[in-house]
C-alpha cells in the first residue's frame, strides 16, 4: 500500500469527515509522502537515513508547529542539537505511519469481507482518529519545546528529598553516557584532560549548561564512569568561574564501590580522589555504588572486627562535612536492598523500579513486585528515592517496541508514560519516587524528560486519568496475552541468580518472557539477555559456586545471571514452584533463550514486536 493510498478517496462520507478534521493525520501524510515507501515502511531504512526523517520533520512542522520550525532556522541554535531533534520528530511521524499502514491494510480486508454497513463504526476510521491524535501529541511537544528554546524556560519542578531536605529536580542528569572513554575493556585509558578530545568536552559542557537552563540542577556521577569525574570537574570550574553556574545551586553526587579487601582509610582516599577530580570540597551526595551481594554488605557493616566496617569511612567523612548524605545504589535482590536499608545508615536509595518491573530484583519478594516493598520501607524511613535507569532499563523507552507504544498512544508516548507512572507514585502505590536519572548523550536527550515533567503542573486529577487509562491497557493486554492467573502467580518459587541451581537468573529470565508475549518488548529483552550469554562462557558445571563467581567477575553482580545451557536440565530449580506453572516456566525460559539470543536465527518477528523508533540520533 503506498503512502498515497492512506488519503481518503472522498467516496466515504466517514473517511471524507475525518480527512476534514484530522490536521495533524494530513500533515503526516503530506510530510511522508515525499520519501520513497522503502524509508517509511522500513524501521531500518528509516533509522538510517537521518536526511529523508529531517525533511519528514520540516513538513510536518511547517503545517502542525511552525513555531519550532523558526526556532531551528534561527542561527543561534545549536546546528547539532537541531539535526538532532528533526532527526527525532521525523522518526516519531515516520514511525506512526508505517504502523497504521501495516495494521490498517489488514484491517481494510476485514472489513471489505464483512460487509459493513455505513452505520456502523469503521475500525479502520478509529485507527486514523487515534494516528490524529497521536500526532497531537507530537505537535504539541514540538510547540513546548519551540518555547523552551526560546525564551525564558518552566523550571523542572523540585521537591523535598526525603530527610535530606535537599529541593530535589525530578529528572536527574546522568554522567555516564557523554564522558570519552570507561578507562576500562579494549580502548585507550585517559587519565588527563589533554587527552580528551574537544568534541566531546564541548558537549559535556553544553549539556550541563542546557540541564542548568531546564532546571535539571542534580548531576549523578561514579568513579566507575571512566574520565566522567575528570571531564565534569573541569567542566564545573568553567561554569563556575563564568558565572553561568554557583555552586549553591547545584546537588552533585558522585559513587565509589566497595571491596572486601579495602580499608577504612583506603575508602576514604578513594572518596577523596573522587572529589579531586571534581574539583570540589564536598559532594551533597554520596552513594555506595553497586551494594548488590552479600559481601558488598558485609564489607560495610559485617566484617570480623565491627571497627574495620567501611560505613565507618563514610561517616567520618560526613563529620568533616566532605559528604552532606550518604547513600547507596544497588542490582542486587530484593532481600539484600530490604537488610541495607534497614540498617538505617543511609539517607536515600539509588534503585530500579519501573512500570514494567524491578530490573535485576524483578519477581523478588513474596509478592514479586520486586522493590515495591522496598520502596515503601524506605519511604517509612524518610529517605529519598531515587530511581535508575528509567528509560533503559526501565523498558528501553527511547525505542519502544510498538505494541508498547501503540498501548500507550493516543494518551502519552512511552517515556512520557514512564516518567509520570513514576512521579505519581505516592498516587497509585503511597510512597514517592522523588527523582529518576536520565543519561544523556546529547542535550536534546533531555527534552521529552523535562516537557513530561511539565505535565507536573498542570491539572493532576487528568493527568492521572491518562495515566491511569494507559495502566489499564497495559494489565489487560498483559492478561490477554498470558493469564490473569499466570500474571499473578508466575514468580511464586522461581528462585533468581543467586538463588538458582546453575546461577541462571530464572525470575529475570520469566519476566521478560513475560514482557515479550504482553507488550512485545523483544529488544529490551535481548539487551537483558547479552550479558548472561556473556556470563555462560565463563560458567561451568564442574565449578563451585564460588568458583564460577570468580571466574565471571564483578560483572556479574552487577547483571546477574547465566544464559540457558540447553545440555541441562532446570527442573529442579522450579521444584518449590505451583505445579501449574512447571511446564509454562520450562517453556518461558527455552522460549527467551531461543528469541533473545542476540545471534542470527531465520524467526519472523511479529510487527507488534518490533521496534517502533529510535530517539538516539547519535548511536542509531
Excluded at 511446564?583 to 531465520?602: G, Y
Aim: aromatic letters at 8%; glycine letters at 6%; a negative charge.
Amino acid at each position: 500500500m503506498s503512502s498515497s493510498s492512506l488519503r481518503s478517496s472522498g467516496n466515504n462520507p466517514r473517511e471524507s469527515l475525518i480527512q476534514k478534521e484530522a490536521a495533524f493525520y494530513n500533515a503526516a501524510v503530506d510530510a511522508t509522502s515525499h520519501v520513497g515507501d522503502h524509508l517509511v515502511d522500513d524501521p531500518q531504512n528509516a533509522c538510517a537515513d537521518t536526511e529523508a526523517m529531517i525533511a519528514i520533520a520540516r513538513r510536518f512542522l511547517k503545517q502542525s508547529a511552525p513555531t519550532l520550525l523558526e526556532v531551528f532556522d534561527d542561527s543561534n541554535q545549536n546546528s547539532k542539537s537541531t539535526s538532532d531533534r528533526l532527526v527525532k520528530i521525523g522518526r516519531n511521524v515516520s514511525s506512526t505511519m508505517r504502523f497504521a499502514r501495516r495494521k490498517s491494510s489488514s484491517v481494510l480486508l476485514e472489513e471489505e469481507s464483512s460487509n459493513n454497513n455505513d452505520n456502523k463504526p469503521s475500525s479502520y476510521s478509529y485507527s486514523k482518529e487515534k494516528i490524529d491524535a497521536s500526532l497531537e501529541l507530537l505537535a504539541d511537544e514540538c510547540t513546548n519545546l519551540a518555547t523552551l528554546l526560546k525564551d525564558a524556560p518552566i523550571q523542572v519542578p523540585k521537591v523535598r528529598f526525603g530527610k535530606t531536605e535537599l529541593q530535589m529536580p525530578v529528572v536527574t542528569l546522568g554522567c555516564m553516557r557523554f564522558q570519552q572513554s570507561w578507562n576500562r575493556g579494549s580502548g585507550p585509558a585517559v587519565f588527563d584532560i589533554t587527552n580528551v578530545q574537544d568534541e566531546c568536552q564541548e558537549n559535556l559542557v553544553e549539556i550541563i549548561r542546557h540541564a542548568y537552563y531546564c532546571g535539571i540542577t542534580h548531576i549523578e556521577t561514579a568513579k566507575m564512569y571512566g574520565t566522567s569525574q575528570l571531564q565534569i570537574g573541569v567542566a564545573l570550574k568553567q561554569l563556575f568561574d563564568a558565572g553561568e553556574i554557583q555552586r549553591k545551586d547545584l546537588i552533585i553526587q558522585t559513587k565509589g564501590a566497595v571491596s572486601s579487601g579495602m580499608t577504612i582509610q583506603g575508602y576514604k582516599t578513594d572518596v577523596l580522589n573522587s572529589f579531586q577530580l571534581l574539583k570540589l570540597d564536598y559532594v551533597d551526595l554520596f552513594s555506595v555504588h553497586g551494594l548488590n551481594t552479600q559481601q558488598d554488605y558485609d564489607a560495610l557493616f559485617s566484617k570480623s572486627n565491627r571497627n574495620d566496617n567501611l560505613i565507618i569511612a563514610l561517616q567520618e567523612l560526613k563529620k568533616e562535612g566532605k559528604i552532606r548524605h550518604i547513600g547507596f545504589s544497588s542490582h542486587g535482590p530484593a532481600d539484600l536492598i530490604q537488610r541495607c536499608i534497614e540498617t538505617n545508615a543511609f539517607d536515600y536509595a539509588n534503585l530500579h523500579y519501573h512500570f514494567c518491573g524491578s530490573y535485576t530484583a524483578s519477581g523478588d519478594l513474596e509478592d514479586g513486585r520486586g522493590n515495591l516493598s522496598n520502596i515503601r520501607l524506605a519511604h517509612s524511613k524518610d529517605m529519598g528515592m531515587f530511581v535508575i535507569s528509567g528509560y533503559d532499563k526501565g523498558g528501553r523507552l527511547y525505542a519502544p517496541s510498538n505494541k508498547l507504544r501503540d498501548l500507550c498512544l493516543p494518551d502519552m508516548e512511552p517515556m512520557t508514560y514512564g516518567s509520570v507512572w513514576l512521579w505519581q507514585h505516592a498516587i497509585h502505590h503511597n510512597a514517592p519516587i522523588h527523582t529518576f536519572v536520565v543519561g544523556a548523550a546529547r542535550p536534546s536527550d533531555l527534552d521529552q524528560p523535562v516537557l513530561a515533567s511539565h505535565l507536573l503542573y498542570q491539572d493532576q486529577n487528568e493527568l492521572s486519568n491518562r495515566r491511569q487509562r494507559i495502566t489499564d491497557r497495559l494489565t489487560q493486554a498483559m492478561e490477554d496475552a498470558l493469564g490473569k492467573k499466570w500474571v499473578q502467580n508466575w514468580h511464586v518459587g522461581v528462585p533468581n541468580a543467586h538463588a538458582s541451581i546453575y546461577q541462571t537468573h530464572l525470575t529475570g529470565l520469566v519476566w521478560t518472557y513475560n514482557l515479550i508475549h504482553g507488550w512485545g518488548m523483544l529488544d529490551f529483552a535481548k539487551d537483558r539477555y547479552a550479558p548472561m550469554v556473556g556470563h555462560l562462557k565463563n560458567w561451568s558445571s564442574e565449578k563451585t559456586k564460588e568458583e564460577n563467581m570468580k571466574k565471571m567477575g564483578p560483572g556479574f553482580a552487577w547483571m546477574p545471571g547465566t544464559a540457558i545451557d540447553t545440555t541441562l536440565d532446570y527442573t529442579q530449580d522450579f521444584v518449590n514452584c505451583p505445579e501449574e506453572n512447571k511446564d509454562t516456566l520450562l517453556k518461558a525460559i527455552q522460549f527467551v533463550h531461543e528469541w533473545a539470543s542476540k545471534k542470527e536465527n531465520n524467526k519472523i518477528i511479529p510487527l507488534e514486536w518490533e521496534t517502533a523508533y529510535d530517539m538516539r540520533p547519535w548511536t542509531a
